[in-house]
């Protein structure tokens, strides 16, 4: 059983107590001058590497000076990101002696290992040890820190009868993890690595192999244990995943900049964070709302897309005529059907394909052409005959409206915006009502608007359209042969200084040396320009609003499917979103997932949850609610307005009272959360709130935000505007309920108009 004592009031232990602390101080002071040292040391050794690398040198050395600099710079960006917090915790080990854990390893000059980086082995017991099963420990203890200086110890001690009489005297201290949940948010995400506990330690440190899934209601840690997760894997696998890199899905912009601070502080800086509206390079979509997101997200429309592709390889109802440079050429829809079967017999996408059905359709122009023209032609002549053909708009121009080059932007526009072409593309798929939510509106010149429902689409698009890759091999051939002339030209120069008879370097080499193929590329920035990058390891968050098309588009980046799956099928708010993990995941991966659950919410109080418990209750009956751990000692209020036209004003008001009494030395947030349409009036009313989907919004003492842009997101106070709105903004507006109602750390505050919808008759009995 792990004793946790509160000091106690004799002079002997506060003087004991006192020589705890002055004892870790020294040791902390001790780590910091280390890593002081190892700062120096790096910065020492770029200026090293920059002083060596002037303008001038071989290509070679200067892309060596380069990388070289490159590791250097990541180094120090570590060290920098460590600072804060460096030494958090020791054990007291009945084999192994006292360790000190934290956020990195560090050893003194005689390379004894002073500091054990918390994703080691030597460091779980730290994370690991209960009551039922110490691990080893005798004692567990959380150091306390503000900046340099240790400010508090606390101790878990797991085998009394092994301590000392001065040990048990300093025994003392509030319970870590109560210690951070309470405290006022600040608007990024922090790390948990202080304070991580047993069953989140379990889902940091599963294997890399196959897809875990991390269910987890409000408050339970599912998302800071998935990063640290990242974190250890990347410690762990570092040669595995350094070479492929590790991707982060989050649900909005304002949650990835929420959680950018999390892996830098955790010493991993090389990490592509991504929403799904930006997973497809050009394009950025941030609109959730969508009235076809549910067919859009459906995996019939993988057969959709595929028809509407077919649909564009297309054969003229009778014999054509094409206009080369005045000239009429005759071409047989036999032809031009001959052509299409053998393009299409290649089973290539539509752009590979292509090369085949325009170079077999040239070839029949060509003899088309002889044969108008009454002059000698044989097969000599029919390469020269394509090539001059091609370079004539008129032909072009007919075999492009036959077999179209296309981008997944123009296949896509060109089909929703053309209900001829959804009907014809999903006969038999789709019914009339499916096909009449799928249209919309031609974009006329401008590009259109395309929502986050929209690039799963595009992204199975690229994979039926392919790349026609002539251009690409063209300029290869003339690097190449531009490489060859490089080469002759340092053999001449090897053979003129005499250098070539020594041996000591080839043409090729000096070639080499002296090429310049532009500034060398991190992973994470070549990952993230790359459609087809397959990354090492993939998490993502709030991974229940994915939808069927969504995850085959998650697939692709990761064909290993080594991932992290974080979420809560209860907080599904999206129509097109997942039921449970069961109905989504076996279609993709049937067998290769497994599931962790974190029951305990550390976030939201007691009598918030009570309240969320019944709205849970309302829109998944067999969910059950996380249990909370702590308890503020207010329950939430609710304010009723005469009508909805007061909404505003009065949640204004209500937001202002809230922020006069956090407005104290500890600071603290407050997010009004409101239905979609009633944002602009409350923002409009409560001036000093900065808007959601500004980046300002996260640093701000108050934001107004929709159910959209808080998901993920924490903070001390909430008053919640118009929840009736909520719920009858979305077919799943229960669930968006639920999650609005959990931002809360402290307070909650729920304005509304008319009757309080029934989940919440709580607040005012």
Known sequence: MAIRQIGTSSDKAKGARGSSLRD?????????????????????????????????????????????????????????????????????????????????????????????????????????????????????RHIYTRQRTVTGIDDEVFDPGRLSDSDRATLSGEAALIAAVSSARTGRMGDVVATIQAEQDRVIRSGLPGVLVVQGGPGTGKTVAALHRAAYLLYTHRRVLERRGVLVIGPNVTFLRYISQVLPSLGETDVVLRTLGDLFPGVHATT???????????????????????????????????????????????????????ARSLRKPHNVARKLFVTELLTELAWSEARVLDRPFDDSDVPYARERLWGEPGVAGALDALWPLLTPQRALAGLLGSVAAIRSASRKILDDSE????????????????????????????????TDDSEQKRKRREMERAQRLEAK????VLEITGVADLGMVDAETLADWNRDNGPALTTAERAASDRAWAYGHVIVDEAQELSAMAWRMVARRNPSMSMTVVGDVAQTGSPAGARSWKSMLDRFIPGRWREERLTVNYRTPSEIMAVAADVLASVAPGELPPESVRS????????????????????????????????????GRLA?????????????????????????????AAAVLTVSQAKGLE????????????????PNGGHDLYVAITRATHRLTVVYAGDLPAPLRRLIS
């Open 632 to 667: 503020e000692g207010v329950p939430p209020k609710a304010i009723r307005v005469s009508g909805e036209s007061a909404l505003p004003d009065e949640v204004a008001r209500a937001a202002r009272a809230d922020l006069s009494e956090i407005g104290g030395a500890a600071g």
């Open 24 to 140: 870790e101080q020294a040791y902390v002071t001790m780590l910091y001058g280390l890593l002081d040292a190892a700062r120096e040391r790096g910065e020492r050794a770029l200026g090293e590497v920059r002083a060596a690398g002037g303008p001038g040198g071989t290509h070679s050395a200067r892309l060596e000076r380069d990388v070289s600099a490159a590791e250097h710079e990541g180094r120090l960006a570590q060290l920098d990101g460590i600072e804060r917090g460096l030494c958090f915790g020791r054990t007291d080990d009945e084999n192994s002696g006292t360790l000190y854990i934290g956020r990195t390893g560090l050893r003194d000059d005689d390379y004894e290992l002073k500091l054990i980086d918390w994703r080691a082995p030597a460091a779980r017991p730290f994370y690991a040890a209960t009551p039922g099963n110490s691990c080893g420990l005798v004692r567990r």
């Open 288 to 342: 959730t709302r969508d009235p076809a997101a549910v067919v859009k997200g459906d995996e019939r429309m993988v057969r959709v897309l595929r028809q509407a592709v077919r649909d564009r390889q297309r054969v003229p109802k009778s014999d054509i005529t094409v206009d080369a440079d005045g000239v009429p050429i005759p071409l047989s829809r036999e032809a031009v059907l001959r052509a299409r079967a053998r």
């Open 435 to 466: 096909r009449m939510v799928l249209a919309r509106p031609a974009p006329g010149s401008s590009p259109p608007e395309w929502t986050v429902a929209d690039v799963p689409l595009l992204d199975e698009l690229a994979e039926l359209l392919g």
């Open 672 to 700: 009004v959360i409101a239905p979609d349409a009633l944002v602009a009036g409350v923002s409009a009313s409560l001036a000093e709130a900065v808007p959601g989907d500004d980046p300002e919004s996260l640093d701000a």
């Open 489 to 492: 030209y340092a053999a001449e």
């Open 715 to 730: 903070f001390d106070r909430v008053v919640l505007a118009d929840p009736a709105g909520i719920l009858a903004q979305s």
